[in-house]
T-cell receptor, first 115, second 108 residues
């Protein structure tokens, strides 16, 4: 398995509180991604990073921010959590970015519940 | 309309049956991926293909570029094959578009 960990694995929080999810990799891959997974939807890209301090928005970036100060860590922050952000969040990494055969490796996921 | 459609959404079968999961897409693609998500949540890549057929153990993936359709087959299915199978395509801009997944349950 690719060396990707996510923390915490489960979190319950209240509406309006800030939440930070962490993704840590030991593969030295350049690209890192945050997705959310909800019933009836495919994985939806929130933000991604193509290098230290280089990030860009995905299709569902509103209400989320990210930071990448080190190659191995990619943080996802919900500044003020809302119930619509209750979801399972997956981090992924890839060695290459947008090549046709680019393969992504996934972390175990974080289940976030916002009450 | 979703750009990547998987069918069926849910599939329950008996151990030993031949399984087919379908993926249809409406965009031009550079590659198609099949992934497996186990009940515990972990997602692993099974296949990446842009033409023809690939086989790995009891799993076979085929793609027909002209018909914009791919199938994932499982031969001699086993309860441990129970999982969600996800199709994703990389479009001509190399962006990944994900299907909603097919939940497969294999009963002993």
């Amino acid at each position: 398995d690719a060396g990707i960990t996510q923390s915490p694995r489960h979190k319950v929080t209240e509406t309006g509180t800030p939440v930070t999810l962490r993704c840590h990799q030991t593969e030295n891959h350049r690209y890192m991604y945050w997705y959310r997974q909800d019933p009836g939807h495919g994985l939806r890209l929130i933000h991604y990073s193509y290098g230290v301090k280089d990030t860009d928005k995905g299709e569902v970036s509103d209400g989320y921010s990210v930071s990448r100060s080190k190659t191995e860590d990619f943080l996802l922050t919900l500044e003020s959590a809302t119930s619509s952000q209750t979801s399972v969040y997956f981090c992924a990494i890839s060695e290459y970015g947008t090549g046709a055969y680019n393969e992504q490796f996934f972390g175990p996921g974080t289940r976030l519940t916002v009450l | 309309k979703n750009e990547v459609e998987q069918s069926p959404q849910n599939l329950t079968a008996q151990e030993g049956e031949f399984i087919t999961i379908n993926c249809s897409y409406s965009v031009g693609i550079s590659a198609l991926h099949w992934l497996q998500q186990h009940p515990g949540g972990g997602i692993v890549s099974l296949f990446m293909l842009s033409s023809g057929k690939k086989k790995h153990g009891r799993l076979i993936a085929t793609i027909n570029i002209q018909e914009k359709h791919s199938s994932l087959h499982i031969t001699a299915s086993h309860p441990r094959d129970s999982a969600v199978y996800i199709c994703a395509v990389r479009d001509s801009n190399y962006q990944l578009i994900w299907g909603a997944g097919t939940k497969l349950i294999i009963k002993p």
